[in-house]
């Protein structure tokens, strides 16, 4: 079995004013054109979590060969979202990619992420441009448990980062969306322009 890709689509949106999953990216709306996009990786198991407005949402999925889950306690932050995401992804899976709907992520970079965790066995795997890290991480699948034990009260997925910062693989990328993050009006129009 091949990675896991959880696409997590649960929130409010409140700073965007707007449903971002609705939000029209490369003529389709951003949830299509990630789902689409992890469709094309490397990843067989593909998991959109979602949860704030979900039947429009999974409305679109129907259109997709991935596994929608409802997490019902999207209000409570994203953490409930990614444990609900990790249950959901195959026992199987090698790795697990976990990336948000306003984080539009490049087939490539997904790939390049996925050779180089399957290749060196990385715990957890980040792309890296100019320097800075970004988005997706890939996670070992050793890393489950501790990844469906998240809480928001110790910062989530920055708590594994925390135990496991030596054993972080930086993995340099030419792609300057690894650092997009699609949280206001003003995000979007900026992005739109650098596209």
Not at 97 to 122: C, F, G, H, M, W
Request: proline share 4%.
């Amino acid at each position: 079995m091949a990675g896991a890709a959880i696409l997590l689509a649960g929130g409010q949106s409140t700073r965007m004013g707007e449903l971002k999953g609705l939000l029209s990216w490369h003529g389709r709306t951003l949830f299509e054109y990630q789902l689409q996009t992890l469709i094309e990786s490397p990843f067989s198991d593909v998991i959109a979590v979602v949860g704030y407005r979900s039947e429009e949402l999974e409305t679109m999925a129907k259109n997709y060969p991935v596994k929608v889950v409802k997490n019902d306690l999207f209000h409570t932050g994203k953490c409930s979202s990614i444990i609900a995401g990790v249950s959901a992804a195959n026992t199987h899976a090698r790795n697990i990619l976990i990336t948000a709907v306003d984080q539009p992520a490049s087939e490539l970079t997904l790939k390049r992420l996925y050779n180089v965790q399957i290749r060196e066995r990385s715990l957890i795997t980040v792309p890296v441009f100019q320097g800075r890290r970004g988005h997706p991480v890939l996670f070992s699948s050793g890393l489950r448990e501790e990844l469906s034990a998240i809480k928001e009260e110790t910062k989530g997925l920055r708590s594994v980062f925390q135990k496991h910062k030596s054993l972080v693989k930086e993995v340099p990328v030419d792609d300057s969306s690894i650092h997009l993050n699609l949280n206001t009006p003003e995000d979007y129009l900026h992005a739109l322009k650098i596209k």
